[in-house]
T-cell receptor, first 115, second 114 residues
Framework: AQSVAQPEDQVNVAEGNPLTVKCTYS??????LFWYVQYPNRGLQFLLK??????LVKGSYGFEAEFNKSQTSFHLKKPSALVSDSALYFC?????????????FGAGTRLAVHP | EAGVVQSPRYKIIEKKQPVAFWCNPI?????LYWYLQNLGQGPELLIR????????DSQLPKDRFSAERLKGVDSTLKIQPAELGDSAVYLC????????????FGPGTRLTVL
């Protein structure tokens, strides 16, 4: 069965420090992986995706993610965190289903960046 | 370019009452999705439309939930009657096509059933 796991409910980091938000997945076939961010009272915003190619994917707002096939992981990273990065982050995997685009989301990780 | 529009943003109703949510996707987006997001969880797909056709409604509780996208543009999701457990955020998203990987989300409707 297709699934996504985000093992940390919350990640705390000081402003200016690097951050990592973890994600592991289980899917049949080649994975299509995504990261979305959700600010309070707003919808999910697309950050980045991995489809194929380079394992390191660069996205919006300075975020990047590294695809690791052997560890079935797709961790989100940023070299220097900002207070404004504080939000809820969701990892998602596209489940192949007859060519349809069905996303399965993790439970989310709350990122808190402290000044 | 306008994003996905949803209304209302908030709705409070008593149990057993009906409620409806409206979504207008990004212009030109053929695929429309309704998701349910419970507190502390990620979104879960309820139904997906390709133009006016519902192509995946396997997660939609059909005894009380219904949806339509009559002209293949905007869509309405209805609950009748609402139950306490329906309290959640209902998200609408759209994408250019079923093959397109990027979904754009609206701000959601937060439903509270008392």
């Amino acid at each position: 069965a297709q699934s996504v796991a985000q093992p940390e409910d919350q990640v705390n980091v000081a402003e200016g420090n690097p951050l990592t938000v973890k994600c592991t997945y289980s899917v049949s076939g080649n994975p299509y992986l995504f990261w979305y961010v959700q600010y309070p009272n707003r919808g999910l915003q697309f950050l980045l995706k991995y489809i194929t190619g380079d394992n390191l994917v660069k996205g919006s707002y300075g975020f990047e993610a590294e695809f690791n096939k052997s560890q079935t992981s797709f961790h989100l990273k940023k070299p220097s965190a900002l207070v404004s990065d504080s939000a809820l982050y969701f990892c998602a995997v596209r489940a192949p289903s007859g060519g349809y685009n069905k996303l399965i989301f993790g439970a989310g990780t709350r990122l808190a960046v402290h000044p | 370019e306008a994003g996905v529009v949803q209304s209302p943003r908030y709705k409070i109703i008593e149990k057993k009452q009906p409620v409806a949510f409206w979504c207008n996707p990004i212009s030109g987006h053929n695929t429309l999705y309704w998701y349910l997001q419970n507190l502390g969880q990620g979104p879960e797909l309820l139904i997906r439309y390709e133009n006016e056709e519902a192509v995946d409604d396997s997660q939609l509780p059909k005894d009380r939930f219904s949806a339509e996208r009559l002209k293949g543009v905007d869509s309405t999701l209805k609950i009748q009657p609402a139950e306490l457990g329906d309290s959640a955020v209902y998200l609408c998203a759209s994408s250019l096509s079923r093959q397109n990987n990027e979904q754009f989300f609206g701000p959601g409707t937060r439903l509270t059933v008392l």
